[in-house]
């Protein structure tokens, strides 16, 4: 969670199985910069050592350590000799998983790499989401980023990727895949695509800075309202801002009534999910955030609000953290109707570190209570309207996002007829025994 502008582990289970040319992210978390050591120490690996136990002694929620001796625990690890950062890195997973604690977590420098351009918006690579057919293993592109080299080079959503820098697909997975894909900026990837009724072809793609859409939005007719579909992936520093645009654009179009889809969100930075809360709530409180010691940081909606249309919000059980406190916010203050099924119950905050040598750390560092103060941690949000989906009716989905929110995704239909019902109560006062949202 992040409590400065400047999401732990790998994004799990989501609804929507693809990548991006770059591994996302999950969970609440707060950036810092790296912290002063001596010089003489610089190559050792007992620095990063000491300074993960430095962090998490001054940091981690749990001021008891989870009934671990912190103290003897920091003798422990000086003590040990470690020929390689290899070895002083389990050294310090070892110790970490005494705390009992999933999210306090180590990040070597690759990983910390990915989760700081994801937190970001911004990744190096092509532009592409790939994902792929379980029938027969082919790599798919499903989505093309705009303003990308991807879209650049004439890549579009349906390609099959036959190989990568030469090497054939077929023997990749999803990640293998994914990980030939990005690169150092302005290098230059090979790709071969098969395209239906045309000839396989190569195209060569030189990788960028990409802001990735955080995101995707659309305006749907359905019988007489306009719903303005929102689906948004991760809180990332960008979300924000792309929400603003996103629902300023629908309102142009006549959207009456909103959608906003997160499923299969796995959280993000604190700030964002604040700003997008405001963005829909005009008044009451979003969260309480409780440090180690009691004290409370509570964020408050501040009339900001840019829209007061009708508003649904999907979830299921993968949506997480930041999701979690923007689904509690705007069920607990009235301002929306929650469809799908219970969320992942996910109510602590990370801060998350650069270390010396490039590596990182997550660190649990509070609680959050939504704002009836229930603790909603390996709990989960109860929606307001249980929409279960089958296996079947899951993996049409997975395997074909197109169909998201049409009469083929039950959870959209339920939010739909929601909507509907809503929008046949009339106001308060009214004379007009049905009203029809505008």
């Known amino acids: 969670m992040i409590q400065s502008p400047p999401k732990l582990s790998i994004k799990k289970n989501p609804l929507f199985k693809s990548a991006l040319t770059a591994l996302a992210t999950s969970g609440l978390l707060t950036f810092f910069s790296p912290p002063t050591v001596q010089a003489e120490m610089t190559d050792s690996p007992k620095m990063v050592v000491d300074e993960v136990w430095q962090i998490v002694n001054n940091e981690f929620v749990d001021r008891n350590f989870n009934q671990v001796n912190w103290q003897n625990k920091r003798e422990e690890l000086l003590k040990a000799n470690y020929s390689s950062k290899k070895q002083a890195y389990r050294a310090i997973n070892q110790a970490l998983k005494q705390l009992n604690d999933p999210y306090t977590r180590f990040l070597p420098p690759e990983q910390f790499e990915v989760l700081t351009g994801q937190t970001s918006g911004e990744v190096s690579g092509v532009g592409i989401r790939i994902a792929i057919d379980p029938r027969t293993q082919d790599l798919y592109i499903i989505d093309v980023i705009k303003k990308s080299p991807a879209v650049e080079a004439g890549l579009k959503r349906g390609d099959r990727i036959v190989r990568i820098d030469g090497k054939p697909t077929a023997l990749m997975n999803l990640e293998q895949a994914s990980e030939a ?170 801060s998350v570190h650069s270390l010396s040598d490039g590596s990182g750390l997550a660190v649990t560092i ?73």
């Open 366 to 438: 509070s609680r959050y209570y939504p704002p009836s103060g229930i603790n909603i941690n390996k709990k989960g949000i109860t929606p307001d309207v249980v929409q279960n989906i089958s296996k079947e009716q899951e993996f049409l989905l997975t395997q074909n996002p197109s169909l998201l929110a049409t009469k083929d995704d039950p959870q959209y239909s339920k939010a739909v007829t929601v909507l509907k019902m809503r929008s046949s109560i009339p106001p308060k006062n009214s004379v007009n025994p049905v009203s029809i949202l505008q």
């Open 181 to 350: 894909l990005k690169g150092e900026l302005k290098s230059v990837v090979r790709i071969e695509i098969s395209r239906e009724r045309k000839p396989a072809f190569e195209v060569k793609v030189t990788r960028s800075q990409i802001e990735v859409p955080s995101v995707d939005f659309s305006l749907k007719k359905e019988g007489e309202l306009n719903v303005g579909y929102i689906k948004l992936d991760e809180f990332s520093s960008l979300a924000a801002q792309q929400m603003k645009e996103a629902i300023d654009e629908l309102k142009e179009k006549k959207a009456s009534a909103f959608v906003l889809d997160l499923r299969g969100n796995p959280g993000g930075l604190l700030f964002a999910s604040v700003d997008i809360a405001r963005m829909w709530m005009a008044e009451g409180e979003i969260v309480d955030v409780v440090d180690r010691r009691g004290g409370h940081r509570r964020f408050q909606a501040n009339n900001s609000a840019i829209t007061d249309l009708p508003l649904v919000v999907l979830v299921n059980g993968n949506s997480a953290s930041a999701s979690e406190i923007l689904t509690g916010a705007l069920k607990e203050n009235k301002r929306a109707t929650i469809v799908g099924t219970t969320t992942y119950g996910k109510g602590l905050v990370q």
